[in-house]
């Protein structure tokens, strides 16, 4: 046995494993891992990040939900976990992503519609009403007003006698891939950088079971990149808050831990299972070499994945359900830590019950029936896989050489130049086209789009229909709470959040959850914040 | 005399995002097609309002506005959108893109909308329907 | 009526009484040229005030738009009411055109402003005359001043730069700009310079290698009597753009003190009856060419030499 073999050897046997017959369903023992080191748990985890693999724990089944008011949200919480659902997570509506309240002329047509409604502290309360925070773990889809939003997690789950530092989860706050991709921006980059350091650091000393940011890729995929570009624009912005939090002067190693990445699992099987191996080695070599990382741990590329939003058809939707469980499987073949399957009706709006059911059934049959947990990296040493991962890995060099030429030797810096020249922007609005231009030209299939029509004339799905009355309901909430809370302390709050904003020494975080106790409004503790920080205004690049 | 420029200019259109819907890939590849299609386009882009889109039009003396939405708001702001036209004297044919039931349509078109697109409509479609609407 | 059925005049009736639909079919009418075009000309020359029309230019990048968006907010503030025409290139392959840059004026163009964005349609020939059309149409509807917004890389942009009486170059810190500048020409069209995400490492050796160039070309004998000032900015928060404007309001009154504002625009005028005379003679150059050949026998300078002599002759057809 090698060094490598026996080094595994140990780190495995330490590890608890499931209670299940390691063996396939013909009654064949299988070994947990094959082929050659380094082996998964090793650096650089090209091959994952446990010796284990899934033996010892499955990927999280972390379902997406949220919608209208926060007792319906917190109603579809309750049945996904009741359904076997491991861990919540949050999509809020475009007003509350974007800062706005439900009552703003902004919100307008918009609220509860693409997620839930949250304005203050109430609806915070109702969303997790029932649930025990310190039980399960909660992600949160949230950017521009992060803080806000981690600011009102803490003070619910401490109104419930819940300590924060028990508070398990996520919360995505990327902000550099929303200039570049999803566009939730609401500050100008480097005041949103403030921002973000500024969790960083809360985080890293009082929530120390917190991620404080999902570094993602998804959204810039569903945007149009390829997989590569999707690959190295997430690790690079992965480096930027890694140079921000070491410019702050914290410690590489500790809040190395906290950051996890948020991935997509698109259509082309292998190309997905390479991008996820090359993500971790990529990773792990910076970390240590670049950044100086010496704890494991800090080196490890962590992530969540969720199936590719953009491949569902409108046509014969149920289709989908097939697409979304190849996607599924690439993810756990790529070994991610937790997984949301898209529902297959939601390529037209928000799905129903029954379809988001169908699609967490999808990952537990994955996750149970296909032998896929019980090998660690079963394709690891496929050649073409082993291709694949290296090309991955190729292709993300050449874009982290060009940023840090950008930046004169910095990421940080290379990535700010991106956003502001168009980089970013201009690489995937040219990925898309020239995509989109192989399926019109029917070079690149799409079944029921562009061939295999027939059945595309079918019934529409029964589709999820978001009324008004969340609109109205929530109006109503905000003028009764504006008019029942201590209006001199909201006041007083809110400025104290501005001073802050004004003061970099200062950490936002605290005078935030002050603000959100009182039962400041979210529009009106961002517009705390927009007082000094400004707004970003993009340049037209097409 | 013969006249000095063009006789017949681009057709020109202003195309936007109202509201708050970020999703802007669909209306990238639609501004390409347009241009590559000899059309003039007036890229508001992201966080329009019905005023803002209003005032391009007008300016810019568009011959249509494209409005790419994928947040179901589809109902209550294509609704907003023409009203606003009316309200300025703008008798500009309205084109919603995006993610539309099939059943909203009839509601959308009864109410004034000129055409309606699907996702990855091809680039065809788009022009000839562009075409069309500025046509009638 | 719908804005498409008035005639010209009732369209500059609507126009001066505010109707933005009907300055922005007037607008159209001009781009497109022939007789409504010269309608317009007619119309617009007699009631023009001679406002400042001020050029701003300078490579991508360069934050042009954010500059002029935010002229755009604080000249109704002075009591101005300021109009933008921004001139982006048409693609030379299929002739169409993505105009952009009025997002990054923010939405301010409502009561105290316009903004018309303009393609560059394939003929720089054309633009030379659609846009001092359009800019003296502006005026004549009471805008103030007149804001012609142009890439500046090429003959197009320094060409639409005549049409200006100040005409701003805009670069940022780093060599490059000021050198493509230098090598577009602007450098002798510039009246101000900007140095704008003056925020950003190297604005003071930027600024520097300006003053140099300024200091070379006054030594070769252009800027004599003016040297064009250095103004940093940042346009995304609105820095030094209250001294943009007065380095405009500057450079103004310099014009008018030395008569040099007289001899701007009697040399643009000259140019604009002579861009009309060479287009017009040119299309007439086409028609009569377009069906001769060579089987009469005849030489091209004798041939040349008699068709010349009908053209000119008393009775020949006339022009309008």
């Known amino acids: 046995m090698t060094d490598a073999r026996e080094l595994w050897q140990e780190q495995f046997e330490a590890a608890t494993p499931r209670p299940i017959p390691f063996e396939t369903m013909s009654g064949v023992p299988v070994d947990p891992v094959y082929g050659d080191g380094p082996f998964p748990g090793q650096y650089p985890f090209t091959r994952g990040l446990h010796p284990a693999g899934y033996r010892s724990r499955l990927w999280t089944m972390r379902m997406f939900a949220g919608f209208g008011t926060a007792e319906d949200t917190n109603a579809r919480f309750r049945e996904l976990l009741r359904h076997g659902g491991t861990g919540l997570s949050t999509a809020f509506d475009m007003p509350t992503l974007m800062g706005y309240d439900s009552d703003s002329e902004w919100a307008l047509g918009e609220v509860g519609r693409a997620g839930v409604a949250v304005d203050t502290l109430a609806d915070m309360e109702d969303l997790y009403a029932g649930i025990d925070l310190s039980a399960v773990s909660t992600s949160m889809t949230i950017n521009g007003p992060a803080a806000i939003l981690l600011a009102m997690y803490v003070a619910v789950a401490e109104k419930n006698g819940v300590s924060r530092s028990d508070l398990a989860g996520t919360i995505q706050n990327d902000i550099l891939k929303e200039y570049q991709a999803q566009k939730e921006y609401i500050f100008p980059p480097r005041p949103s950088m403030r921002i973000i350091t500024d969790m960083i650091r809360f985080t890293s000393a009082e929530m120390p079971r917190w991620h404080p940011v999902s570094i993602s890729g998804y959204h810039i995929r569903e945007a149009g990149s390829t997989a590569a570009q999707e690959l190295a624009f997430t690790l690079a912005n992965g480096f930027a808050y890694v140079e921000a939090a070491l410019a702050q002067g914290q410690d590489v190693n500790q809040f190395g831990r906290r950051l996890s990445f948020f991935f997509n699992s698109h259509s082309d099987f292998f190309e997905e299972i390479g991008k996820f191996r090359a993500a971790r080695r990529i990773w792990a070599r910076w970390m240590k070499e670049r950044y100086g990382a010496t704890d494991e741990r800090a080196m490890m590329c962590r992530f969540h994945t969720q199936t590719a939003g953009v491949s569902l058809t409108a046509q014969q939707p149920e289709n989908n359900i097939a697409r979304v469980a190849l996607q599924a499987m690439a993810a756990a073949l790529g070994g991610t830590q937790s997984l949301h399957t898209d529902s297959y009706d939601e390529a037209l709006a928000l799905p129903t019950e029954k379809a988001a059911r169908i699609a967490l059934r999808t990952q537990q049959i994955i996750a149970h029936e296909s032998g896929v947990d019980l090998v660690a990296d079963p394709l690891g040493g496929a050649p073409y896989v082993e291709w694949m991962t290296d090309e991955m890995e190729r292709q993300a060099e050449l874009v982290f050489a060009h940023l840090d030429q950008l930046g004169n030797g910095s990421l940080l810096e290379g990535v700010y130049a991106g956003i502001e020249n168009g980089y970013f922007v201009g690489e995937i609005a040219d990925a898309a086209y020239r995509l989109e231009r192989h399926i019109n030209a029917g070079d690149r299939i799409i079944v029921g789009v562009n061939a295999y029509t027939e059945g595309s004339e079918d019934d529409e799905a029964h589709l999820l229909r978001i009324e008004s009355e969340t609109e109205d309901y929530q109006r109503k909430r905000l003028e009764s709470i504006r008019h029942d809370r201590d209006n001199d302390l909201v006041t007083r709050r809110l400025a104290a959040v501005t001073a802050a904003a004004e003061d970099p020494t200062v950490n936002l975080m605290p005078p935030i959850i002050d603000a959100v106790r009182a039962y400041a409004s979210e529009e009106e503790i961002v517009n705390a914040m927009k007082a000094v920080f400004g707004v970003y205004v993009e340049k037209a690049i097409v | 005399m013969a006249d000095t420029f063009n006789e017949t200019r681009p057709i020109r259109v202003v195309l936007a995002k109202l509201g708050l819907d970020g999703h802007d890939r669909g209306i990238k590849i639609v501004a390409r097609i347009l241009r590559d299609a000899g059309m003039e386009v007036i890229y508001l882009g992201l966080r329009q309002t019905t005023a803002s889109i209003v005032a391009a039009a007008e300016e810019e003396d568009a011959d249509a506005v494209g409005l790419s939405m994928h947040n179901a708001g589809h109902l209550a702001l294509a609704p907003k959108m023409l009203a606003a036209l009316r309200d300025a004297d703008l008798d500009v044919p309205l084109i919603i893109g995006g993610i539309i039931p099939d059943v909203d349509i009839p509601v959308l078109t009864d109410a004034g909308v000129a055409a309606i697109l699907g996702p990855g409509a091809p680039a065809e479609q788009v022009v000839a329907t562009v075409r069309n609407a500025v046509a009638r | ?320």
């Open chain 3, 1 to 320: 009526m719908t804005i498409r059925e008035l005639d010209v005049d009732e369209l500059f009736h609507a126009a001066l009484n505010g109707n933005r639909r009907a300055l922005g079919r007037l607008l159209t009418l001009i781009e497109l040229g022939g007789s409504a075009a010269d309608a317009i000309a007619d119309q617009s020359f007699h009631r023009q005030h001679g406002v400042p029309v001020i050029g701003i230019t300078g490579a991508p990048g360069a934050g042009k738009s954010t500059l002029t968006g935010q002229l755009l907010r604080t000249l109704p503030e002075l009591g101005l009411r300021p109009a933008v025409i921004a001139v982006d290139p048409s693609s030379p392959l299929t002739g169409g055109a993505i105009l952009g840059d009025r997002v990054r004026m923010d939405d301010v163009s409502g009561d105290h402003g316009f903004i018309r964005s303009v393609a560059t349609r394939g003929h720089a020939g054309g633009l030379a005359l659609s846009v001092p059309g359009c800019a003296r149409l502006f005026d004549s509807a009471g805008y103030d001043p007149v804001i012609i917004e142009t890439v500046g890389v090429g003959q197009v942009e320094v060409d639409v730069a005549g049409a200006a009486d100040t005409t701003v170059v805009v670069v940022t810190p780093g060599w490059g700009d000021a050198v493509q500048a230098n090598k577009a020409g602007l450098l002798e069209v510039a009246d101000l310079f900007v140095i704008n995400k003056a925020d950003r490492e190297g604005a003071n050796d930027t600024r520097r290698d300006l003053e140099l160039m300024l200091d070379l070309s006054h030594v070769s004998g252009q800027h004599q009597e003016y040297r064009p000032p250095i103004i940093l900015t940042t346009a995304v928060d609105g820095h030094g753009v209250d001294h943009l404007w007065e380095a405009i309001v500057a450079h103004r009154s310099h014009l008018e003190r030395s008569g040099e504002l007289t001899r701007r625009r009697q040399a643009r005028f000259r140019f604009e009856v002579m861009s009309r005379l060479n287009d017009h003679l040119s299309s007439m150059v086409d028609t009569i060419t377009a069906t001769i050949d060579d089987r009469s026998g005849r030489s091209p300078a004798s041939l040349s030499a008699e068709l010349l002599n009908s053209i000119l002759a008393p009775d020949a057809g006339r022009l309008r």
